[in-house]
């Protein structure tokens, strides 16, 4: 577990690009970054180095936090998961490491990713198993030091210790052919998912559309149904440029209503009109009536009457 930690640490870069590529030929659109990467690596070689449950569960919430719980990127993680072994190997090839000791760390870095998955995608821990199993295959070898295969001069030696490797190797190819069965299976499934996400996105995209395209044709068409409804608004836009402000402004003076100024406005009246000309019957053609009327045509008439007396004079 140490050796392994210590490789995966120092040789991280490596780690990484290799599951670049293997993301790469898996996903058209990668989501994940190389930070994400380094992260996923990060917490796979901390439970390598000490396998703890709960540690590596509260690390991939974070993770899962971090990218907003995208479908997409989580999907991405799996796919990393599952590449991460092979991507590991072919840095360990680069290391000179007795072949049983390549059959303990394939056995810990398989415990870690399954750990990994069954947190990550609960659904499947019972595909998978208990992450404890063969526990104790790494323990006979916690304690030799880490030298490269040495040739020993004693024949007894060298066959026992070839009878020992081949055994570990036709061990180590039965449970790699049952995992790579286990991760096609795997990968089958989470593409079929995928493509199962991708149509109903689709078929999403395209109610949203429609709805879209509904929303803003009732739209529409309620504009034009409230236009013919209330034309007066129209009109009173269509003629507010060129309305009299002297008599708003005189109206506004004897308490007339906002509604009953654009009343006038829309008759095209002007202060002189109102004052010289307007009769009560076309104040009341204007729909005023009671008090109103009353108050409006009391003003008009007050103003006509000091006039009259000028002109009698």
């Given at each position: 577990?140490s050796?392994?930690y210590k490789?995966?640490?120092?040789?991280?870069n490596?780690v990484s690009?290799?599951?670049?590529?293997?993301?790469k030929?898996?996903?058209?659109?990668?989501?994940?970054?190389?930070?994400?990467?380094?992260?996923?690596?990060?917490?796979?070689r901390?439970f390598?180095r000490?396998?703890?449950?709960?540690?590596?569960?509260?690390?991939i919430?974070?993770?899962?936090?971090?990218?907003d719980?995208?479908?997409?990127?989580?999907?991405?993680?799996?796919?990393?998961?599952?590449?991460?072994?092979?991507?590991?190997?072919?840095?360990?090839?680069?290391?000179?490491?007795?072949?049983?000791?390549?059959f303990?760390?394939?056995?810990?870095?398989?415990?870690?990713?399954?750990?990994?998955?069954?947190?990550?995608?609960?659904?499947?821990?019972?595909?998978?198993?208990?992450a404890s199993e063969?526990?104790?295959?790494?323990?006979?070898?916690e304690?030799?030091?880490?030298?490269?295969?040495?040739?020993?001069?004693?024949?007894?030696v060298?066959?026992?210790?070839?009878?020992?490797?081949?055994?570990?190797?036709?061990?180590?190819?039965?449970?790699?052919?049952?995992?790579?069965l286990q991760l096609?299976?795997l990968?089958?499934?989470?593409n079929?998912l995928?493509?199962?996400?991708?149509?109903?996105e689709?078929?999403?995209?395209?109610?949203?559309?429609?709805?879209?395209e509904?929303?803003?044709?009732?739209?529409?068409l309620l504009?034009?149904?409230?236009?013919?409804?209330?034309?007066?608004?129209?009109?009173?836009?269509?003629?507010?440029?060129?309305?009299?402000q002297?008599?708003?402004?005189?109206?506004?003076?004897q308490?007339?209503?906002?509604?009953?100024?654009?009343?006038?406005?829309?008759?095209?009246?002007?202060?002189?009109d109102v004052?010289?000309?307007?009769?009560?019957?076309?104040?009341?053609?204007l729909?005023?009536?009671?008090?109103?009327?009353?108050r409006?045509?009391?003003?008009i008439?007050?103003?006509?009457k000091p006039?009259?007396?000028e002109?009698?004079?």
């Open positions: 577990r050796i392994l490789i995966l640490k120092e040789e991280q490596k690009s290799n599951l670049q590529e293997c993301l030929q898996s996903s058209e659109d990668v989501q994940l970054s190389v930070t994400h990467i380094k992260q996923i690596i990060s917490i796979l901390d390598i000490s396998p703890e449950h709960r540690v590596m569960a509260s690390t919430s974070k993770l899962k936090v971090d990218l719980f995208d479908s997409t990127s989580i999907n991405q993680i799996q796919l990393v998961l599952f590449g991460f072994q092979d991507a590991v190997n072919k840095v360990l090839r680069n290391h000179l490491i007795r072949p049983h000791w390549m303990a760390m394939d056995n810990i870095i398989r415990r870690a990713v399954q750990a990994a998955v069954t947190i990550l995608i609960p659904e499947l821990r019972t595909h998978l198993g208990p063969s526990e104790g295959v790494d323990k006979e070898v304690d030799e030091d880490y030298q490269p295969v040495q040739q020993h001069n004693s024949e007894e060298v066959h026992t210790s070839g009878v020992s490797t081949m055994s570990s190797l036709v061990s180590h190819d039965t449970q790699s052919q049952q995992l790579n096609g299976r990968r089958q499934e989470t079929r995928l493509e199962d996400l991708v149509q109903k689709r078929e999403y995209q395209f109610l949203l559309k429609q709805c879209l509904q929303r803003s044709h009732d739209l529409h504009q034009i149904k409230s236009s013919m409804d209330n034309p007066r608004s129209a009109s009173y836009v269509s003629i507010g440029i060129n309305r009299d002297e008599l708003v402004e005189w109206l506004r003076q308490g007339t209503a906002e509604d009953v100024i654009e009343q006038f406005i829309e008759e095209g009246y002007t202060l002189y004052l010289h000309e307007v009769t009560k019957e076309d104040l009341k053609n729909r005023l009536r009671g008090g109103p009327l009353c409006l045509w009391k003003a008439s007050k103003y006509r006039n009259k007396i002109v009698n004079y």
